[in-house]
């Protein structure tokens, strides 16, 4: 199987992995993205954890005049929530599904495994960790909202899954109302999402990279 190329760190450095972390990065980023951040999170250095970041296929986005650049789906228009390209999310979902698969042939277990996101990757995580079968750990959405909640197959082992979502109050990529139509969203669907919002932009701050640290260790139990 030809698996999306990664960025992988684990912390500690050469520890004994029980945990696995799959970050999505952003339209135009790629896996080294949110590398830098591992080591801020304030993780205990007692239970080793596995980062896995991939880099997105280029292709060509149409709202960014067609240029070519790394990217999970293509836009089609501004309005990006409901001009998101459905087949290739999903694609993109697939392909996360694939190195879920490879952590647990490393032996990791899938209640061991976060997915996370941020803006383009956030709406593939959403959409690959609620329609995985089998129960993962949790989900972090990060300044991102959710194209597929009209036409998402949840699947049912997921009905408690922890998720964490984190807007900044002044985003003019990813406006903050999508963010709270999310977790209205995720709420209607049975689900009890934690929202925290920080004075930002379409970016991370220091204090949510903590908050980020904090909700691993509870959500990992690390």
């Not at 409901?82 to 979902?93: I, K, N, P, W």
């Not at 990813?174 to 963010?179: D, F, I, K, M």
């Not at 932009?201 to 980020?212: G, T």
Request: charged letters at 15%; hydrophobic letters at 40%.
């Amino acid at each position: 199987m030809e698996y999306l190329p990664t960025v992988e760190t684990d912390y500690p450095p050469d520890s004994e992995v029980s945990a696995s972390v799959i970050w999505l990065h952003g339209l135009g980023a790629d896996g080294n993205d949110f590398a830098p951040i591992v080591p801020q999170l304030g993780l205990s250095g007692d239970y080793g954890v596995r980062f896995v970041f991939p880099h997105a296929p280029s292709m060509s986005v149409t709202i960014n005049n067609g240029y070519v650049m790394p990217a999970w789906y293509d836009i089609r228009k501004v309005g990006m929530e409901s001009h998101a390209d459905e087949v290739q999310l999903r694609q993109s979902a697939h392909r996360v599904h694939d190195l879920i698969g490879r952590e647990l042939e490393r032996g990791i277990s899938a209640e061991q495994i976060v997915i996370a996101g941020f803006s383009q990757g956030g709406a593939v995580a959403l959409e690959a960790a609620l329609s995985y079968p089998k129960p993962l750990a949790g989900i972090m959405a990060l300044s991102t909202y959710f194209p597929t909640a009209d036409s998402i197959e949840i699947q049912l082992v997921q009905n408690t899954l922890p998720i964490l979502i984190c807007h900044g109050i002044s985003d003019p990529m990813v406006p903050e109302t999508l963010g709270r139509k999310s977790v209205a969203i995720l709420q209607n669907l049975g689900f009890n999402p934690e929202y925290e919002t920080y004075s930002m932009e379409h970016a991370v701050c220091p204090q949510q990279i903590r908050d980020i640290g904090s909700w691993l260790q509870r959500t990992l139990k690390i």
